[in-house]
């Protein structure tokens, strides 16, 4: 794990993968039975690492050159920027977000939960994505996508832990999205 996580510039998502320094646990990209094809799989990995060739890299574009993002014409064009950050993006960042609310309440349903989805706490102008009954409890759970970055995921966390606890059992659903 060391190996990985001290690369400064490759270890960034070996990092946010790591769950806490006494743990032995890392949370892995499950691989069996996906539809990926080999050029999918290489693309991925190719995009965790971070050595995808994109305008805004130091190690692939040179200093005089224009490191803005195509798409918008804004920021940097990083993987941080495309994938959680571009305006011309934010609709697939809403697609990604979807689908794994969806895919958490089909298998909610099938392990015989009634789960209701994006329904308003009275009084309050919040949503969770999914709640459901456990133990006579209700739990809220809202997931959130952000960026594999020392940190983020942790502090993503947190801001929805914040932000729900003191209006019942909440489990912040985070993904990483490079796939952490």
């Known amino acids: 794990?060391?190996?990985?996580s001290d690369k400064s510039h490759q270890g960034v998502v070996a990092t946010g993968l790591s769950l806490e320094d006494k743990s032995k646990d890392m949370a892995r990209l499950v691989s069996c039975r996906t539809p990926l094809s080999f050029r999918d799989w290489r693309y991925l990995h190719r995009a965790r690492l971070?050595?995808?060739?994109?305008r805004g890299h130091s190690w692939f574009c040179s200093q005089d050159q224009d490191t803005s993002c195509r798409r918008c014409g804004k920021e940097n064009k990083t993987g941080f920027h495309v994938l959680n950050h571009c305006e011309e993006g934010l609709q697939l960042a809403t697609?990604?977000?979807?689908?794994?609310?969806?895919?958490?309440?089909?298998l909610l349903v099938k392990q015989g939960h009634d789960v209701t989805i994006n329904n308003a706490i009275p009084g309050q102008r919040l949503r969770p994505d999914v709640e459901?009954?456990?133990?006579?409890?209700?739990v809220m759970v809202d997931v959130v996508v952000c960026y594999d970055q020392p940190g983020s995921m942790e502090n993503a966390y947190q801001r929805k832990y914040d932000k729900y606890s003191s209006h019942g059992r909440i489990l912040p659903l985070v993904v990483g999205s490079l796939g952490s």
Request: hydrophobic share 30%.
């Open 132 to 138: 459901f009954q456990l133990s006579g409890s209700r």
């Open 95 to 106: 697609e990604r977000h979807n689908t794994i609310q969806d895919l958490f309440e089909s």
């Open 1 to 4: 794990r060391d190996l990985i």
């Open 50 to 54: 971070d050595i995808l060739p994109r």
